[in-house]
């Protein structure tokens, strides 16, 4: 169209500069037809090829260039970095980091830290460890545990004399006070026996003494005691030499205390010991009960304890190579001097032999001692459990043991019965 209308007003320019008007045409009729040829022309021409011209140019270019520019550029270089950025930035990190790393951590987190505690605990009722066992809301040891012993909520208490309660295998067991004991497993009695001194239960649940085999059935101190080593080794065999608390009365009123046992020959006690060192006091009475039971010091059992033993078999006089043995129906007291009974005694006719059938000295004799013994008479043996007679008499101080080997003192002497 720019190009027509140019074209338009050029024909008219050139009709109109070519002169063709003076050459042959009519001045009115030229202007008429010049008037209407320019004004047309020129108003057509110029209004319609500016603004169509100038707009047009302007507008697209500017609109082309710099919307392009603009809208290119800016939105390009702005909002893919402004925009992309942005969103990948926060959204992406913030999506990213928070909720993953708060899904995770704390959603896991708090079922880890309570599930080993509590969940599977708590929840599950075979999820108790190996030995352990469910009672309501824990897993205890029903073994062990003394609130739950052998069963949920089953506690231990403790009773009478017992310091507390705890829980073995299962089973509620009395703490005792010392010297008690819970011996019929009935918490609610508490350490009901005295160990000390129960015959049924004697230093430990269950440990009878029995009198058929003991000669008693008297509990001391937690031990059970006999009434001579001969009981003892009849009621075990394996039982050795040694020292072993007796109660020589049974349920007399003798206290039962420590002897020696030879268990040799069915188990002889000891009731007088002298070692050299240690001559024996001018003395009736006990002598140092301390040393009850030892080989190695002097002691005697006097008086009035020595009257009540009663042998089943023998006494005994020994020294370190030679035995004199009696009737068990001598009875021992040292108050007897023999020097002043003029009489056959059984506590100073002397044996060969347990058997009792050969008298060492051939039957009775006057014998200066007291308790009993034998004198030789200068034919054998004379041995003595304390020297007696009259001071002027006597071959030594009074009270002294004697061995057969009557003037030394070199050897132990010692008494037994059986
Ligand atoms: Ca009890
Ligand atoms: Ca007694």
């Not at 009695?189 to 001194?197: F, I, N, P, S, Y």
């Not at 239960?201 to 937690?222: F, K, P």
């Not at 005697?300 to 089943?312: E, S, Y």
């Not at 304390?386 to 030394?408: F, I, L, V």
Request: charged share 20%; net charge negative.
């Amino acid at each position: 169209m720019t190009v027509r209308w140019r074209s338009v007003v050029c024909v008219a320019a050139v009709l109109q500069a070519c002169g063709d008007a003076p050459a042959g045409s009519v001045p009115g009729a030229d202007v008429a037809d010049v008037g209407p040829d320019l004004a047309p022309d020129a108003v057509q021409d110029i209004g319609l090829d500016l603004p169509e011209d100038a707009p047009p140019a302007a507008a697209l270019d500017a609109s082309e260039d710099v919307g392009l520019d603009v809208t290119m550029d800016a939105p390009l270089d702005a909002e893919p970095d402004a925009v992309p950025d942005a969103p990948a930035d926060a959204a992406p990190d913030a999506a990213e980091d928070i909720a993953p790393d708060a899904a995770p951590d704390a959603v896991p987190d708090a079922p880890m830290d309570a599930a080993p505690d509590l969940t599977p605990v708590d929840v599950a009722p075979d999820a108790c460890p190996a030995g352990l066992s469910r009672c309501g809301d824990v897993c205890i040891d029903l073994a062990t545990d003394p609130a739950s012993c052998g069963a949920c909520g089953r506690a231990c208490v403790a009773g009478a004399r017992a310091t507390a309660g705890r829980c073995e295998a299962g089973r509620c067991v009395q703490a005792c006070e010392a010297g008690y004991g819970d011996c019929d497993g009935d918490p609610a009695t508490g350490c009901e026996v005295d160990l000390r001194a129960s015959p049924a239960h004697c230093g430990a649940c269950g440990n009878g003494c029995s009198a058929a085999t003991l000669g008693t059935d008297r509990c001391v101190a937690g031990r059970c005691a006999a009434r001579s080593c001969a009981a003892l080794r009849g009621a075990d065999a394996r039982a050795v030499d040694g020292a072993y608390l007796l109660d020589l009365d049974g349920p007399g009123p003798l206290a039962a205390r420590s002897f020696y046992c030879d268990m040799t020959g069915g188990g002889w006690t000891l009731v007088e010991n002298q070692v050299p060192s240690e001559p024996l006091p001018d003395e009736t009475a006990t002598v140092n009960p301390t040393a009850f039971g030892r080989l190695d010091a002097s002691w005697r059992l006097g008086v009035p304890d020595i009257l009540a033993v009663r042998p089943a078999a023998a006494w005994k006089l020994t020294d370190a190579s030679t035995a004199v043995y009696f009737r068990p129906a001598c009875v021992v007291d040292w108050r007897i001097n023999y020097t002043d009974v003029p009489t056959a005694s059984d506590c100073t006719t002397g044996y060969t032999t347990e058997a009792l059938t050969s008298a060492v000295n051939g039957g009775w004799i006057y014998c200066s001692a007291r308790g009993i013994g034998v004198n030789n008479s200068a034919r054998s043996c004379s041995m003595r459990g304390s020297e007696g007679g009259p001071a002027a008499q006597g071959a030594g101080p009074h009270g002294r043991a004697y061995s057969c080997n009557y003037s030394s003192t070199t050897e132990r002497v010692s008494l037994w019965f059986r």
